[in-house]
């Protein structure tokens, strides 16, 4: 009689550290098992995007490179000139705030706008949104000035916004992850 396989489990692919991402701005140990989904061009700009590509089989998200987007870490840098048009100079909260309605209230539920957290030695910010598909266990945005601003381009940046979603259960253990790999440039 053959063998049978096993159907995956979520702990064969909720592995969290693996892959280190850097740019002129910041740095952190990714996701494995998440595709680095940017050009060198972008992340030179400050910019991030980890992808979890996959399959639904079985039940369980199977990161097959392949598919849809299941899971994300995506790193998005603001202007200073459109940090500075929300009056709130360089208070968290007041960004936070200036951000719930226009852009974490359009990618779900806020379930949670202000949790303090440090990001390298810098006050940010953890909002949790309950997320539209039945995949996703985790999304959470990060939020945070950094130390001093960057001009990496023809703009400068100091503020930005890691949104971190996962069809795993180990959300907390992600946003862990990134938190405490974070480093600023």
């Known amino acids: 009689m053959p063998a049978t396989l096993a159907a995956p489990s979520q702990e064969d692919y909720s592995i969290v ?4 991402i850097e740019t002129p701005c910041w740095s952190y140990e990714g996701p494995q098992n998440f595709v680095n989904n940017i050009s060198s061009d972008d992340e030179e700009l400050c910019l991030g995007a980890l992808e979890l590509w996959g399959e639904v089989i079985d039940g369980a998200v199977v990161p097959t490179g392949v598919g849809a987007v299941y899971g994300r870490v995506k790193v998005e840098p603001v202007r200073v000139s459109t940090s500075d048009a929300w009056g709130v100079g360089s208070d968290l909260d007041g960004a936070v705030d200036a951000l719930a309605d226009s852009y974490f209230a359009e990618n779900g539920t806020i379930i949670s706008l202000h949790e303090p957290i440090d990001l390298d030695g810098v006050p940010a910010n953890i909002t949790r949104v309950e997320g539209g598909f039945e995949e996703t266990r985790t999304k959470a ?39 405490s790999t974070w480093k600023w440039a």
């Open 141 to 179: 945005f990060i939020t945070a000035f950094a130390p001093e601003p960057f001009t990496p381009g023809e703009d400068t940046v100091q503020f930005f916004v890691i949104g971190i979603v996962t069809p795993y259960d180990n959300g907390e253990e992600l946003i862990e992850q990134v938190v």
């Open 17 to 20: 550290s693996g892959q280190p």
